[in-house]
Nanobody
């Protein structure tokens, strides 16, 4: 089992930045590709970013490409999401997820482990 705990959410103004962290415990973190997803009220959970187990490959959907950056520190068992140029439509609960396998994925069902989420609110 892998336990994931997100932190770093909060309230920020439009155009601002936040960095989310996800600390992992349990099995060998460096064996897992990691991802971030988000869910706004009344909407489906959507893909935000993914990173390979090694950290060499990243993957983003168009709405966040160029604004969000995912990274990981395998020595600290932590994955990060740097969010810049935030918009009100980025408001959501952000979830960290881990999948058994090295390759990143944008598919929700590909992930085996999930954190509890952290709220991000962007005011206009």
């Amino acid at each position: 089992q892998v336990q994931l705990a997100e932190s770093g959410g909060g309230l920020v103004q439009t155009g601002g930045s936040l960095r989310l962290s996800c600390a992992a415990s349990g099995r060998t973190f460096s064996n897992y590709a990691m991802g971030w997803f988000r869910q706004a009220p009344g909407k489906e959970r959507e893909f935000v970013a993914s990173i390979s187990a090694s950290g060499r490959v990243t993957y983003y959907p168009e709405p966040v490409k160029g604004r969000f950056t995912i990274s990981r520190d395998n020595a600290k068992n932590t994955v990060y999401l740097q969010m810049n140029s935030l918009k009100p439509e980025d408001t959501a609960v952000y979830y960290c997820a881990g999948r058994t396998g090295a390759a990143p994925s944008g598919l929700r069902y590909a992930y085996d482990y999930w954190g509890q989420g952290t709220q991000v609110t962007v005011s206009s």
